[in-house]
């Protein structure tokens, strides 16, 4: 299994909502990322997990709480959304932390769209 | 100054052509040099990956990379319709989890 898995595809959510997305990888890579993609726009960081624990935090809105219950699964919960954070959210994996430069394996990301 | 510089494009050849793509970077101490190619509402996919300066081939893909200029390009050989996408290019120092990413460049292969 070389692919990372991104579920639901698409979510619409209202403000007052609150969701999760889920994002599972059976590659044994230790370290996964969130990314949020803009239309036109390359990705950009939200979270790193080394070894299940979390290493990095973009000073991302507390609206957004990721999650790591084991080493195959990542979370990403979301709370009182604004309009502004419609888009493409990105899962990623790498085998080892730190060794981002070999790459990353992307999932087909969720479309969220808030109302 | 952005850390990394990519034409947006969009870019259309007809099919069969060579297509040039390329990025510009500010922080000398990148060492690894990826691209991506992203195709509409996918997730991004690692197309090449090198090291350092020079080139690495992989089928109907080359990828170069000059560090003494800051320039790294990838070129795509007798180019098919299903190579239009969008293109990444990224870069990272050694040991760090960052990339960071270029503007990516949309490429159209005409039939």
């Known amino acids: 299994d070389t692919e990372v898995t991104q579920t639901p595809k698409h979510l619409v959510m209202g403000m007052t909502n609150k969701k999760s997305l889920k994002c599972e990888q059976h590659?044994?890579?230790?370290?996964m990322y969130w990314y949020k993609q803009k239309a036109k726009k390359p990705p950009e960081l939200m979270f790193v997990y080394s070894y299940e624990k979390l290493s990095i935090n973009e000073s991302v809105p507390s609206r957004f709480s990721p999650e790591c219950p084991n080493s195959s699964l990542l979370n990403l919960h979301l709370h009182a959304l604004q309009p502004e954070d419609s888009a493409l959210y990105l899962c990623a994996s790498s085998q080892e932390p730190g060794q981002g430069y070999h790459g990353y394996t992307f999932g087909s990301g969720t479309r969220l769209t808030v109302v | 100054q952005k850390e990394v510089e990519q034409d947006p494009g969009p870019l259309s050849v007809p099919e069969g052509a060579i297509v040039s793509l390329n990025c510009t970077y500010s922080n000398s101490a990148f060492q690894y040099f990826m691209w991506y190619r992203q195709y509409s509402r996918k997730g991004p996919e690692l197309l090449m990956y090198?090291?350092?300066?020079g080139n690495k081939e992989d089928g109907r893909f080359t990828a170069q990379v000059d560090k003494s200029s800051k320039y790294i390009s990838l070129f795509i050989r007798d180019s098919q319709p299903s190579d239009s996408a969008t293109y990444l290019c990224?870069?990272?120092?050694?040991?760090?989890?960052?990339?960071?990413f270029g503007k990516g460049n949309q490429v159209v292969v005409i039939p």
């Open positions: 590659m044994g890579h230790r370290a």
């Open positions: 090198t090291y350092s300066s």
């Open positions: 990224a870069m990272s120092l050694y040991g760090n989890n960052r990339l960071a």
